[in-house]
């Protein structure tokens, strides 16, 4: 160290201009650095806001559409309807799905049955019969449970092309 300060002293060399414009860069560089930080954080909290008012106002929607479907069974299948519930919160999931899926088809499928059933009994029993069958086909077929069901529905609707073409497909 002694020897470059005897050279620097030697060749009349002034650093000092050099070490201030190093130290005010590394100063600016810093400064960038806290604002690019600041930046990120503030992008952050928008995007995880955005984020949280998205989830709640498809778990409002949701909800809204859970509880249109439970209004429609309970309509539907009168004294029967808390057997279904009970059915949808114990036995969905063991044929492979939700059980606010079960709600909603059981209550698609219900305001199809119930025009031709004898009562309400019979159409929570042949709802309960449908909802099964549709776990059965898509676990056979491959097909996820809401593209059956959306086949029975619109085979139900007398769209028998939706039908045909998951049978010959199978």
Do not use: C, H, P
Request: charged residues 20%; positive net charge; proline residues 0%.
């Amino acid at each position: 160290m002694a020897v470059v300060r005897n050279l620097m002293v030697r060749a009349g060399a002034d650093f000092s201009r050099m070490q201030k414009a190093m130290m005010r860069a590394q100063k600016d560089l810093e400064q960038f650095k806290s604002q690019v930080n600041k930046t990120m954080r503030g992008i952050g909290t928008i995007l995880a806001a955005t984020g949280i008012t998205f989830g709640i106002r498809s778990a409002t929607k949701e909800a809204m559409e859970f509880e249109a479907a439970l209004q429609q069974i309970n309509r539907l299948m009168g004294t029967g309807a808390g057997e279904f519930s009970r059915w949808a919160n114990e036995q969905a999931s063991a044929f492979g799905f939700a059980r606010a899926e079960a709600v909603k088809y059981g209550a698609v499928y219900a305001n199809l049955l119930s025009g031709f059933s004898s009562g309400a009994a019979e159409t929570m029993q042949r709802t309960m019969d449908l909802l099964k069958a549709s776990a059965v086909v898509a676990s056979s077929t491959g097909r996820t449970m809401e593209d059956v069901m959306e086949r029975i529905r619109s085979g139900l609707l007398g769209n028998t092309e939706a039908i045909n073409y998951s049978v010959a497909a199978a």
